[in-house]
């Protein structure tokens, strides 16, 4: 299932072998991607690149998944991305503990990757072309 539009995706995960198994698989599917490893860099780059969807690992070095989704929603401007925890973290209230955070799905590891490519194809949003404002806050 590719995309209509090639999308921006940003993706945070501190292990390495399934940050080269998500980049890889969403490349695939015609996103474009960028990837760090901890929370502290996907902020910065998210403030640098404000993709259309971001995908963080929960538990992360620096800066957890949870803090970068409620720092991504406090800047209150547009675009408005879509926030996708996947985190070993796998408990009910663990899930709602993300979703409170800001995140629009959370996702246990291992996560099924048709799955979170469902998930944003479904709520895909597109990007506003002018993010000045935006920029100005981060």
Do not use: N
Not at 100 to 121: E, M, T, W
Request: hydrophobic share 40%.
């Amino acid at each position: 299932m590719k995309p209509v539009r090639s999308h921006h995706l940003l993706i945070a995960d501190d292990d390495p072998a399934l940050l080269a198994a998500y980049v890889q698989y969403f490349e695939l599917h015609g996103y474009e991607i960028r990837a760090t490893r901890d929370g502290a860099d996907a902020l910065s780059e998210y403030c640098r690149w404000f993709p259309a969807v971001v995908i963080l690992d929960v538990q992360m070095p620096r800066l957890d998944g949870r803090e970068v989704a409620r720092k991504i929603r406090g800047l209150r401007g547009k675009p408005i991305p879509l926030l996708v925890a996947v985190s070993g973290l796998s408990s009910q209230t663990e899930r709602a503990v993300s979703l409170r955070s800001g995140f629009d799905h959370h996702f246990a590891k291992p996560a099924q990757l048709p799955v979170i490519l469902s998930a944003i194809a479904f709520r895909s949003r597109t990007r506003d072309p002018d993010i000045a404002q935006l920029q100005s806050r981060c």
